[in-house]
């Protein structure tokens, strides 16, 4: 396994996690076996290591197993034939080893809320206070800050920087303040 994006493999930004999806050998017809390619042979190899996820970690919801996969996989879109994917290969290929064997916190935003203070119609020369809600789905966390940012050249960030503090597993808090 290369770590190669196949050509006929989906990405973009709202993709999760990857798993391999070229040659993979499945049964067929007959008693026989054959070689299969693309995200449909993904699919199931996902669903297998949320099984197991699942049989190690009993209490864990769906989401949480999900999120278990998502924060334990090896990063791919670094490896140059998937330079041209950055950042839509999601948190990179499932890795089961690390799912079952390592804990980390799993911040999520849940909502967010924006507002001029005036009509909420944003303009040029607006000032829009951006604040989310957060949820955090596996181990706790300390201390945990987050940050905005943009890449265009017409957004002025004021405070880029919240201090959000300990969350608990599957707590929420804020930066509403």
């Known amino acids: 396994m290369n770590d190669i994006k196949n050509t006929t493999s989906s990405y973009g930004i709202y993709v999760d996690l990857c798993a391999p999806g070229k040659n993979i050998f499945s049964t067929w017809t007959e008693g026989t076996y054959v070689n299969y390619s693309g995200t449909s042979m993904s699919a199931p190899i996902i669903s297998a290591c949320a099984a197991i996820v699942k049989s190690v970690f009993p209490y864990y919801s769906a989401l949480q197993i999900g999120e278990q996969l998502r924060v334990t996989t090896d990063k791919i879109d670094t490896i140059p ?6 950042n839509k290969l999601g948190s990179g290929r499932v890795n089961l080893l690390r ?23 944003y303009k040029s020369g607006d000032t ?30 004021i405070q880029d920087n919240s201090f959000l503090g300990n969350i608990s597993s599957m707590n929420i808090t804020n930066n509403y303040s």
């Open 81 to 86: 034939a998937n330079v041209l994917f950055q």
């Open 128 to 157: 829009v206070i951006i604040s989310a809600s957060f949820r955090n789905y596996l181990a706790p966390v300390n201390n945990l800050s987050v940050q905005i940012s943009s890449n265009s050249p017409y957004i002025n960030i």
């Open 99 to 121: 799912a079952l064997t390592e804990t980390s916190p799993s911040v999520r935003i849940i909502s967010i809320n924006k507002e001029d203070n005036n009509d909420n119609i």
